[in-house]
């Protein structure tokens, strides 16, 4: 069975400094691995996807993540937060299972910018 | 606007009617999720369709839930009986099925309160 965890439901950072926001994954085949972010009153929408290729994939809005299977984890990262950035942040598991797969959601985590 | 709609945004009900939220997916996908969000809470999985076919239910979709993509195309969830602990936002996502990890297109989401 698939599952994520992200492991702080709460971030702040002061705004110009680095964003980190941990995920780890477990899966029973080879998963692809996606961020999204919700702002409130808006809909998800994709920041990054990891589906096999390079493990270091960027994303919208300078935000990046890198892949490392050995200790199942896709942390979501980005040099220096902005005002905006301030959303929840969801890491998404899909498993390829037979002929079709599932959207695993993680928990989230809420991150917060402080001017 | 090609995006995912879903329609009512909003939805305030009695405990005990009959709800029905629609889904009209990005034209082209093959594959339509519902998913259900809860206040603090990541989308939980609910269902998902590939074309007409319903492939799979979550333990979550009681026997009061029913789903329905009758031509492919756009989808409809009809909770009967509503209770309160129904309240939450109701999410649609769409994605196109020709290779593993193909990223989901969420709608804004149909938020349901019954009172």
């Known amino acids: 069975a698939q599952s994520v965890t992200q492991l702080d439901s709460h971030v702040s950072v002061s705004e110009g400094t680095p964003v980190l926001l941990r995920c780890n994954y477990s899966?029973?085949?080879?998963?692809?691995l996606f961020w999204y972010v919700q702002h409130p009153n808006k809909g998800l929408q994709l920041l990054l996807k990891?589906?096999?290729?390079?493990?270091l994939v960027k994303g919208i809005n300078g935000f990046e993540a890198e892949f490392k299977k050995s200790e199942t984890s896709f942390h979501l990262t980005k040099p220096s937060a902005h005002m905006s950035d301030a959303a929840e942040y969801f890491c998404v598991v899909s498993e390829l299972k037979t002929s079709y797969d599932k959207v695993i959601f993680g928990p989230g985590t809420s991150l917060s910018v402080i001017p | 606007d090609t995006g995912v709609s879903q329609d009512p945004r909003h939805k305030i009900t009695k405990r005990g009617q009959n709800v029905t939220f629609r889904c009209d997916p990005i034209s082209e996908h093959n594959r339509l999720y519902w998913y259900r969000q809860t206040l603090g809470q990541g989308p939980e999985f609910l269902t998902y369709f590939q074309n007409e076919a319903q492939l799979e239910k979550s333990r979550l979709l009681s026997d009061r839930f029913s789903a329905e993509r009758p031509k492919g195309s756009f989808s409809t969830l009809e909770i009967q009986r509503t209770e309160q602990g129904d309240s939450a936002m109701y999410l649609c996502?769409?994605?196109?099925?020709?290779?593993?990890?193909?990223?989901?297109?969420f709608g804004q989401g149909t938020r349901l309160t019954v009172v």
């Open positions: 996502a769409s994605s196109h099925y020709t290779r593993k990890g193909a990223e989901a297109f």
């Open positions: 990891y589906t096999s290729a390079a493990t």
């Open positions: 899966s029973s085949y080879s998963p692809s």
